[in-house]
C-alpha cells in the first residue's frame, strides 16, 4: 500500500502511533493546543485517512476508534524514499552531504552514521 500523508495527517499518525486506539475526541485535545484544530478539522481528516486507508475506524463501541493501518517505519521509509527520489536523485550520499554543508548533522550524529555502517559491515 502506498502511504501518502500530507502534514496535517502525519500530525494525527504521531498521536495514534503514540497510543492508539483513539477517540475523535482524544485526537483533537491532544492537538489542539499546538494546531488550533477543532473537532470539525479533526473530523474532516480522519474521513479522509480513512477513504485512503491510513486509518481504520472501530464502530463497535458507543464511540468511534481509530488505529493506524500503517507503522511510523513503513511511512517513514517510504517518505525517506520519495525524498531521495524527488530531491536527491535517489542518492542517500546527497542528502548526507547537504546535512552536513547545512549544519543540520552534527559531529556526533556523523559518528553514529559512520559506527552504523562499520557495524552493517560487520554482519
Not at 481528516?45 to 463497535?60: A, C, I, N, P
Not at 542518492?91 to 556526533?108: C, P, R, W, Y
Given at each position: 500500500?502506498?502511504?501518502?500523508?500530507?502534514?496535517?495527517?502525519?500530525?494525527?499518525?504521531?498521536?495514534?502511533?503514540?497510543?492508539?486506539?483513539?477517540?475523535?475526541?482524544?485526537?483533537?485535545?491532544?492537538?489542539?493546543?499546538?494546531?488550533?484544530?477543532?473537532?470539525?478539522t479533526v473530523i474532516?481528516?480522519?474521513?479522509?485517512?480513512?477513504?485512503?486507508?491510513?486509518?481504520?475506524?472501530?464502530?463497535?463501541?458507543?464511540?468511534?476508534?481509530?488505529?493506524?493501518?500503517?507503522?511510523?517505519?513503513?511511512a517513514s521509509h517510504?517518505?525517506?524514499?520519495?525524498?531521495?527520489?524527488?530531491?536527491?536523485?535517489?542518492?542517500?550520499?546527497?542528502?548526507?552531504?547537504?546535512?552536513?554543508?547545512?549544519?543540520?548533522?552534527?559531529?556526533?550524529?556523523?559518528?553514529?552514521?559512520?559506527?552504523m555502517l562499520r557495524?552493517?559491515?560487520?554482519?
Amino acid at each position: 500500500m502506498s502511504i501518502q500523508l500530507t502534514d496535517a495527517e502525519w500530525k494525527i499518525m504521531e498521536v495514534l502511533w503514540d497510543s492508539a486506539p483513539r477517540t475523535m475526541a482524544e485526537i483533537t485535545k491532544t492537538l489542539e493546543p499546538d494546531t488550533g484544530w477543532t473537532r470539525h478539522t479533526v473530523i474532516t481528516l480522519l474521513k479522509r485517512m480513512q477513504e485512503k486507508g491510513s486509518v481504520e475506524v472501530d464502530e463497535s463501541g458507543s464511540v468511534k476508534r481509530y488505529n493506524p493501518r500503517v507503522t511510523r517505519e513503513q511511512a517513514s521509509h517510504e517518505q525517506t524514499q520519495k525524498l531521495l527520489s524527488r530531491v536527491f536523485s535517489g542518492k542517500a550520499s546527497l542528502l548526507l552531504h547537504n546535512l552536513i554543508d547545512s549544519g543540520e548533522m552534527t559531529v556526533d550524529e556523523m559518528q553514529e552514521v559512520l559506527d552504523m555502517l562499520r557495524r552493517d559491515r560487520e554482519t
